[in-house]
């Protein structure tokens, strides 16, 4: 797989800094869409490409959790967004999790 593939704002760190990923980097993508789904708004939005390099990619910055939202929920999109790849959830585990 090469890096850089997408939308910077919706791509998982690993890929924006051209290290070694795997599908779980669809995960990452999918918590970040997650989040714009139920925050109505774009993530990372205002934020420059070395912003977003500085700040997500190397600081970890992820968007923010409402605390109105579901707990389940937040601890889903967290999952998603884990900074180790082996961390995050398989797809079918997400499917069980939002059945």
């Known amino acids: 797989m090469s890096g850089e593939t997408g939308s910077l704002r919706y791509m998982a760190p690993e890929v924006a800094d051209c290290q070694p990923y795997n599908q779980k980097a ?5 918590g970040i869409i997650l989040w714009e789904l139920v925050a109505f708004k774009k993530p990372y939005d205002g934020m420059n490409r070395d912003e977003f390099y500085s700040r997500v990619v190397r600081g970890g910055e992820r968007p923010l959790l ?11 999109m967290k999952s998603c967004w884990d900074a180790e790849l082996v961390k995050r959830p398989n797809f079918s585990d997400i499917v069980e999790i939002l059945d």
């Not at 669809?26 to 999918?30: A, C, E, G, Q, T």
């Not at 409402?66 to 601890?75: A, C, G, V, Y």
Request: aromatic content about 18%; glycine content about 0%.
């Open 26 to 30: 669809d995960v990452y993508s999918f």
């Open 66 to 76: 409402n605390k109105k939202w579901p707990e389940d929920l937040s601890e889903l």
